[in-house]
């Protein structure tokens, strides 16, 4: 038997939602910066091995988290994962120069850090429109670079423990939405919760389908009680009015029958009888029946 499955335009991605492997790649990176944020693992071999860790999983799995994200059209998330990726690459540079006896210079580092917490900061508000979860997310990045501008202005040591704490914070903020986003879809329930957004955002006019679904739970009902026998108007109206109220149902009606999914039987210009065509019953069982979802 052939199925004719409709097509309605629904976007495709071209990779799986990748962003869940840049945020356990991060916390994996702040996992082996934590123990150095705290005076754990100062020697060569410790700082050479957390930056193989910073190289492989913050800078290699955020990259191409990065750029799956951006295949994907997702500008916010391709925007921060790429550019935090390169990041922890630097990460990478700096533990291996110091780790041979060489330290970066304190001037350029500086300079960068003031400019990614400008830039962090623009980011973080953006982020604030999609969760407040992602936005204390973002909040902890801005942090992390503040707490690293003042250590780099002032010379003091009063900011090594707020780094450490946010390097611990980061990362496990960014394991809490993986597991959101792996763990949720996969369970059907909420495990780990995403709280909505920061900020308030002014919702679009939407497209008003109740008059339409209820002509389609009309006439559904009735195929499903006598087949393809028809209607008459008066009988679709009557039910109609009693889902959605007093409302003209005449222009919705000529465009179905335009799109093929009702029958009419006209006596010149008046509506007399209706009934859903089979192209109709497939188009209502795929829209609220969800029938080709296994």
């Known amino acids: 038997m052939l199925i004719n499955k409709i097509d309605?335009?629904?976007?495709?991605?071209?990779?799986a939602e990748p962003t869940p492997l840049g945020l356990i790649g991060l916390a994996l990176g702040c996992a082996a910066l934590t123990p150095i944020a705290f005076g754990y693992g100062l020697t060569p071999m410790g700082l050479k091995t957390a930056a193989?860790?910073?190289?492989?999983?913050?800078?290699?799995?955020?990259?191409?988290?990065?750029?799956?994200?951006?295949?994907?059209?997702?500008?916010?998330g391709g925007t921060v994962l790429t550019a935090f990726s390169f990041n922890w690459v630097l990460n990478w540079w700096s533990l291996s120069q110091v780790a041979s006896g060489a330290i970066p210079d304190h001037t350029i580092l500086l300079a960068t850090d003031v400019v990614s917490l400008v830039l962090f900061l623009v980011?973080?508000?953006?982020?604030?429109?999609?969760?407040?979860?992602?936005?204390?997310f973002l909040l902890d990045i801005d942090l992390l670079y503040a707490a690293k501008i003042v250590k780099a202005v002032t010379h003091t040591k009063s900011?090594?423990?707020?780094?450490?704490?946010?390097?611990?914070?980061?990362?496990?903020?960014?394991?809490?939405?993986?597991?959101?986003?792996?763990?949720?879809?996969?369970?059907?329930?909420?495990?780990?919760?995403?709280?909505?957004?920061?900020?308030?955002?002014?919702?679009?006019?939407a497209f008003d389908w109740s008059l339409r679904n209820a002509m389609f739970e009309v006439l559904f009902k009735h195929?499903?009680?006598?087949?393809?026998?028809?209607?008459?108007?008066?009988?679709?109206?009557?039910?109609v009015q009693k889902k959605v109220g007093e409302r003209n149902i005449l222009p919705d009606l000529a465009y179905l029958m335009e799109l093929g999914a009702v029958v009419v039987t006209t006596e010149g210009e008046r509506v007399v009888n209706v009934r859903l065509s089979a192209q109709g019953i497939d188009l209502y069982e795929q829209i609220a029946l969800r029938k080709y979802e296994f």
């Open 223 to 239: 195929w499903t009680e006598v087949a393809f026998k028809s209607m008459t108007f008066e009988e679709l109206k009557e039910g």
């Open 8 to 15: 309605f335009g629904k976007k495709h991605e071209v990779f």
């Open 52 to 76: 193989m860790f910073c190289l492989l999983f913050g800078g290699g799995c955020q990259f191409l988290a990065g750029v799956m994200n951006f295949a994907n059209k997702n500008l916010f």
């Open 123 to 136: 980011i973080t508000y953006g982020f604030g429109f999609f969760s407040k979860l992602l936005f204390y």
């Open 159 to 205: 900011m090594d423990l707020p780094i450490a704490l946010l390097t611990v914070g980061l990362g496990l903020i960014a394991l809490w939405i993986a597991f959101a986003s792996l763990i949720n879809p996969t369970s059907g329930r909420t495990v780990f919760a995403i709280p909505g957004p920061m900020f308030a955002v002014k919702k679009k006019q």
